[in-house]
């Protein structure tokens, strides 16, 4: 089945610094990958949407200056948090289709949770 | 905007049967999905629902009402490894097909 690798699983990084989140499909292409946000015992925030070769689209209320995402191959999105702060600590996770029908189910890399102090 | 709700907490014993309702309303419906979620892990997908009716997967079950805006899970035989987060996610056309999560429903299974 498909396979959404996702990098670092974990991250711990003093507040003002920045951080990279690599999510890659792993046995097929993504044209398009979708960045989530989840605290504790909540449901998925969808972020942004990241579109291969060009500009990521942002949900309502999400700041694409601190949450830089690039999409320079069709099977690797990244999620920089630029200048990090404590209430930037949550669970990140990034999604994939292997094809673009709407049938076809996400498939979820396995999150990122960073911690800013 | 859209609206999609789940009961928070459900609680059901181990063998019994259990069903998960969500409610939306969105517009540019173009299916709806449940999924799957262990504490500190990622989401997996259990079904996706497009038309009316009612999917069967082994132990688990999807109905759809589309001009009622409701689906439900339904899980048979509990086990307690079933105990987990079942969340409902509405696709809508535009922007890649996106999904929208519900609130996610906090299942226990108890001996």
């Known amino acids: 089945g498909a396979v959404v690798s996702q990098h670092p699983s974990w991250v711990i990084c003093k507040s003002g610094t920045s951080v990279k989140i690599e999510c890659r499909s792993l046995?097929?292409?993504?044209?398009?990958m979708f960045w989530y946000r989840q605290f504790p015992k909540q449901s998925l925030m969808l972020m942004a949407t990241?579109?291969?070769?060009?500009?990521?689209?942002?949900e309502q209320g999400v700041e694409k200056d601190k949450f830089l995402i690039n999409h320079a191959s069709l099977t690797l999105s990244t999620l920089t948090v630029t200048s990090a702060h404590p209430e930037d600590s949550s669970f990140y996770i990034c999604?994939?289709?292997?094809?673009?029908?709407?049938?076809?189910?996400?498939?979820f890399g396995n999150g990122t949770r960073l911690t800013v102090t | 905007g859209q609206n999609i709700d789940q009961p928070t907490e459900m609680t059901a014993t181990e063998g019994a049967i259990v069903q998960i309702n969500c409610t939306y309303q969105?517009?540019?419906?173009?299916?709806l999905f449940w999924y799957q979620q262990h504490a500190g892990e990622a989401p997996t997908f259990l079904s996706y629902?497009?038309?009316?009716g009612l999917e069967e997967k082994g132990r688990f079950s999807s109905f759809l009402s589309r001009s009622k805006g409701y689906s439900y899970l339904l899980l048979k035989e509990l086990q307690m490894k079933d105990s987990a987060s079942y969340l409902c996610?509405?696709?809508?056309?535009?922007?890649?097909?996106?999904?929208?999560f519900g609130t996610g429903t906090q299942l226990k299974v108890e001996l």
């Open positions: 999604s994939a289709r292997e094809s673009t029908g709407a049938d076809s189910p996400l498939h």
């Open positions: 046995d097929f292409q993504a044209t398009t």
């Open positions: 990241s579109n291969e070769g060009s500009k990521a689209t942002y």
């Open positions: 969105t517009s540019g419906f173009n299916g």
């Open positions: 629902n497009v038309l009316d």
């Open positions: 996610a509405v696709s809508t056309t535009g922007g890649g097909n996106k999904l929208t």
